[in-house]
Each structure stands twice: as structure tokens, then as C-alpha cells.
């Protein structure tokens, strides 16, 4: 299993990025995934959720409205849209996945597979 994050820089406040996580060896649509963000000194935390098959997705309350996760099974690989940046947003985003959906799914032990990351730093 290897996941590849990419799509993060510097932008403005009040700009937008996308994020993908690339997904090999494995077959995304077997899998729910997971945005995670972990800022300098802080513990990593909950971004957003997406499930197989139902598509549900779940969002921590500081990115709702503004962060949009999604999936495209056909080239494996999830997508974390951000609108509304804020320079609170500034930390390294990391992908996750996992076979089976954990109803704990905020917490970073419940998910088996990490991609390495990718930096968003939101400044003037």
C-alpha cells in the first residue's frame, strides 16, 4: 500500500487548493480514506472523511463549508478541496486509509496507512 499526497504551496487568505492522494497497490474503492493535518507543534488532527460504496462524507467543524473530500475510484486517488483558506489552515495535510470504517474515525489510531504529506501554508 502506498499513498502519494501532492497539490500543497503557499497561498493567500481566501484562496483555494487541491490536494490528491494517489493511491498503488491496492484498489482505492476498497478502502475509506481520510485527510489529516498536523500543524508545527501540534498534535496531527481529523480534516475529513469519505466512505466507499455510500460516498458519506465527514468533516471537522473548523473546515465545513470551506473543504470538500472526494473520490475517484477509476484513478485511485482522493482529492481534498480547500476554499476559504485561512492562515490557521497552515500545517503539513497527510492522506490516510483504512479496509474497514471506524466509527472513531477522528482519531489518527484509527487508520492503518499514511501518504507523507504534503505542505499548505496559507500567508500574505
Known amino acids: 500500500v502506498q499513498l502519494q499526497a501532492s497539490g500543497g504551496g503557499l497561498v493567500q487568505p481566501g484562496g483555494s487548493l487541491t490536494l490528491s492522494c494517489a493511491a498503488s497497490g491496492f484498489f482505492l474503492s476498497e478502502y475509506v480514506m481520510a485527510w489529516f493535518s498536523q500543524a508545527p507543534g501540534k498534535e496531527r488532527e481529523f480534516v475529513a472523511a469519505?466512505?466507499?460504496?455510500?460516498?458519506?462524507?465527514y468533516y471537522a467543524d473548523s473546515v465545513k463549508g470551506r473543504f470538500t473530500i472526494s473520490r475517484d475510484d477509476a484513478k485511485n486517488t482522493v482529492y481534498l478541496q480547500m476554499n476559504s483558506l485561512k492562515p490557521e489552515d497552515t500545517a503539513v495535510y497527510y492522506c490516510?486509509?483504512?479496509?474497514?470504517?471506524?466509527?472513531?474515525?477522528?482519531?489518527?489510531?484509527?487508520?492503518?496507512?499514511w501518504g507523507q504529506g504534503t505542505q499548505v501554508t496559507v500567508s500574505s
Open positions: 469519505i466512505r466507499r460504496w455510500n460516498g458519506f462524507t
Open positions: 490516510a486509509v483504512d479496509r474497514i470504517w471506524n466509527v472513531s474515525y477522528k482519531r489518527v489510531s484509527s487508520w492503518d496507512y
